[in-house]
């Protein structure tokens, strides 16, 4: 089993649209947890901390389900330049080595 | 924020030959740093952790001798794949932690690599 598992996708969504993706983790130690964005060809950005309270930053909100060991995305009121690639990062028992979901493809369309 | 710099950019050679990455902390020291590989459609998997003034720790499956690792100061970490060939083509990614930040990793702007 992967240590993160997210649907690839892609999300086609229009302007405006609400969208959520969900990543699962396998290890019930995993501590932090993050949300990165990645565009076509580039590298990562890290878009937001998951904390256990959920957190929101703007458009973009982050929840943490320790119980069902998932963290979620929901993005409203979709932007065209929402459009990328959705990584979901757990780390593992040594805090240092995070490992990454294969990513969630989002596409906004006019 | 922090910021991570890697160099090249691009970078093609011929099969056997071999490439140096590097990967630069500029506004931060990084005790540790870590290097990705990520294949078209694929997600990121994690190469190696590379520690200044110590040996590399090394993922399974990912060979010492041919991805060498060289971390001899707190802000630069260097990558060298050796006899190349195009299987290693792919996009190699480095990435560090400002430790004075609670910003998750920061990863260097990649180094696309194309072995023909």
């Known amino acids: 089993r992967k240590e993160v598992e997210q649907d690839p996708g892609p999300f086609n969504v229009p302007e405006g649209a609400t969208v959520a993706f969900n990543c699962t983790y396998s290890?019930?130690?995993?501590?932090?947890f993050f949300w990165y964005r990645q565009d076509c060809r580039k590298e990562p950005k890290l878009l937001m901390s998951?904390?256990?309270s959920g957190n929101e930053d703007g458009r973009f909100t982050a929840q943490l389900n320790r119980a069902s060991q998932y963290i979620s995305l929901l993005i409203r009121d979709s932007k065209l330049s929402d459009s990328a690639t959705y990584l979901c990062?757990?780390?593992?028992?040594?805090?240092?080595?995070?490992?990454f979901g294969s990513g969630t493809k989002l596409n906004v369309k006019p | 924020g922090a910021v991570v710099s890697q160099h090249p950019s691009r970078v093609i050679c011929k099969s056997g030959t071999s490439v140096k990455i590097e990967c630069r902390s500029l506004?931060?020291?990084?005790?540790?740093m870590f290097w990705y590989r990520q294949f078209p459609k694929q997600s990121l998997m994690l190469m190696a952790t590379?520690?200044?003034?110590?040996?590399?720790?090394?993922e399974q499956g990912v060979e010492k001798d041919k991805f060498l690792i060289n971390h001899a100061s707190l802000t630069l970490s260097t990558l060298t794949v050796t006899s190349a060939h195009p299987e290693d083509s792919s996009f190699y990614i480095c990435?560090?932690?400002?430790?004075?930040?609670?910003?998750?990793?920061?990863f260097g702007s990649g180094t696309r690599l194309t072995v023909v």
């Open positions: 990435s560090a932690r400002d430790l004075g930040e609670n910003y998750g990793y920061t």
């Open positions: 290890n019930s130690a995993s501590q932090s």
């Open positions: 998951v904390y256990s």
């Open positions: 990062v757990v780390n593992a028992n040594n805090f240092n080595k995070f490992y």
């Open positions: 506004d931060f020291q990084a005790t540790t």
């Open positions: 590379s520690n200044e003034g110590s040996k590399a720790t090394y």
